[in-house]
């Protein structure tokens, strides 16, 4: 063997191990962030559609064709006046309420976020809910930080990394595994293994830039924090406005949103409103967020700032005018969720997802036949031992949802963090251990 | 050799299974994203253009054809025309 071909060779080695270690360890988190992540995709419409049957919140046709919110938002001022955030969501088609996200800090009590629905042709309060005990909630939490509130982003975003690692190095074993084998050829044979290995090449090559896209962005959405601050990124469209009047005065203050709307549209016509908010730290301004129609970035990142007294534009963001900087910085969360292309591209993003979660599990199948092979294991065991972890996913992810829903979403994150956690550290502590007695073992082994 | 072995390896070309096949796959993919985002387009009245879901329907079917007949020539061509449309399309 020439040196240049025993070089390719000890690569090749290389990458495998790097599959397969990598797969191994971090297999179940992709798994479930496949699961959740499919699931993720349509959250707007699952809650449009719970919204609807469930808290049976609709909204009668508008007499002026636009959505009515005022009197309904300045009643809830003043039935709230400790309030100290409140965010407007805009209907997305007609008959969809509007939404008023309010935190609430009452003094000595418990920071509460309300989600009051109003019917945007009667300009009326229909129903209200507990914004952080929702299942929309539940489904971005847990795909984002694994309910894990102090360092589960950063997890999800070593998910992200893992995927990457073993999408690319998955690539470049490929040729060596498939031989002689014919893309999508499967081999005719009952064994298990090999059924399962070639559903594993067939499937990870085939769904290979996608996933490999979703892991990259995933890498970044997850670890941004410590990205940003390592790297002293600063988010792109960040505007403070200067302050000009006592806090209390400007939560007090009344605004005529159908003012606020007709003013944006004309001064940011390609704009769709999408999201309103009103300042409460006494800068005296309202903020209009939203979409630019075909274009593929983030949600609401395009902003106008207007003054709350005379509804002059004070900030302007439109993402099209903007540096290739921050239309890369904008374009990862819409790439990672797919929200550019309708019901038909969130079905394609949850499908090919999925692909991910079934690397997964069959990676762990064959990895378990491999070692039956060695060691004396039973056949029944591989699969007892997938049906095991993969129940006990599926336990996790519905006992969550389950404590959100109807306890609460603080209990949820505690219990969440809890597991994970433990999990973490066993898990690391297994890896640790393993390591230090083979070392031991090798070193201590009688030399021939 | 026998027949059949023969016939296999014949079918077999190691640079268009181990390298063009997994390319074109990952264009494939891409192109399927980029041909739904389009159609949604198209029909939502957003960039109202009848021309670019022509030509990407084109490159997705060219393309997905190619994969299943792994020609060589045809499988980089197909790859080819997407990448340029691509480009195209972005910059």
């Known amino acids: ?448 | 050799m026998n027949a059949a072995k023969r016939k296999h390896n014949k079918r077999h070309d190691t640079h268009t299974e181990h390298h063009l096949v997994p390319a074109a796959l990952f264009l494939l993919n891409v192109l399927a994203v980029h041909v739904v985002y389009v159609v949604y387009a198209y029909f939502n009245a957003v960039g109202n253009q009848i021309g670019w879901v022509v030509l990407l329907t084109l490159a997705f079917v060219a393309l997905s054809s190619a994969i299943w007949i792994k020609n060589r020539i045809y499988l980089w061509c197909s790859m080819m025309y997407y990448v340029a449309l691509f480009i195209y399309c972005w910059v």
Do not use: C
């Open chain 1, 1 to 448: 063997m020439s040196k240049r071909a025993g070089k390719a060779e000890n690569n090749k080695k290389l990458f495998w191990r790097l599959h397969h270690w990598v797969g191994l360890y971090t297999g179940i988190l992709i798994g479930a962030l496949s699961l959740t992540g499919a699931v993720a995709v349509f959250i707007p419409e699952i809650d449009g559609w719970i919204v609807k049957h469930h808290y049976k919140a609709l909204s009668s046709p508008s007499p002026t064709g636009g959505p009515q919110f005022s009197q309904s938002i300045d009643s809830l001022i003043h039935q709230h006046p400790d309030y100290s955030s409140l965010s407007i969501s805009l209907p997305d088609h007609s008959g969809q309420v509007v939404h008023a996200d309010v935190i609430l800090r009452p003094e000595g009590g418990n920071l509460k976020r309300v989600d009051f629905f109003i019917d945007a042709g009667k300009d009326r309060i229909i129903g209200q809910r507990n914004h952080q005990n929702s299942l929309a909630n539940y489904l971005r939490q847990m795909h984002v930080r694994l309910y894990e509130g102090y360092w589960g982003r950063q997890l999800v975003g070593i998910g992200g990394l893992a995927l990457a690692v073993v999408a690319i190095t998955g690539l470049l074993i490929y040729g060596n595994f498939m031989k002689k084998q014919l893309w999508p050829k499967l081999r005719k044979t009952r064994d298990m293994r090999i059924i399962m290995a070639d559903w594993h090449k067939i499937l990870g090559i085939s769904a290979l830039a996608f996933n490999v896209v979703i892991a990259l962005t995933g890498a970044w959405l997850g670890l941004q924090p410590w990205l940003m601050r390592w790297l002293e990124i600063k988010t792109p469209n960040t505007f403070k406005a200067a302050i000009v009047m006592e806090p209390e005065a400007d939560k007090a203050m009344y605004v005529n949103w159908n003012e606020i709307l007709k003013t944006a549209k004309k001064e940011f016509p390609a704009l769709q409103p999408r999201q309103l908010s009103s300042s409460t730290n006494g800068s005296g301004t309202v903020t209009v967020r939203g979409n630019i129609a075909g274009q593929i970035y983030e949600r609401d990142i395009n902003i106008l700032v207007l003054s709350k007294t005379d509804y002059r534009p004070i900030f302007k963001y439109d993402v099209r005018e903007q540096s290739l900087s921050h239309k890369f910085y904008f374009i990862q969360e819409a790439l990672h969720f797919g929200d550019f292309g309708g019901l038909m591209l969130k079905a394609l993003y949850a499908l090919l997802g999925l692909t991910s979660g079934f690397l997964s599990i069959s990676g762990f199948v064959i990895f378990l036949f491999r070692r039956q092979k060695k060691k004396k294991f039973q056949r029944a065991d591989a699969w007892k031992t997938t049906f095991v972890y993969s129940v006990a996913v599926l336990l996790f992810l519905i006992g969550i949802a389950l404590i959100s829903l109807f306890i609460g979403y603080s209990t949820a994150s505690l219990i969440a963090g809890i597991l994970i956690n433990t999990l973490l550290i066993g898990l690391i502590g297994y890896a640790l251990l393993r390591y230090l007695f083979r070392l031991f073992n090798r070193n201590h082994q009688p030399s021939a």
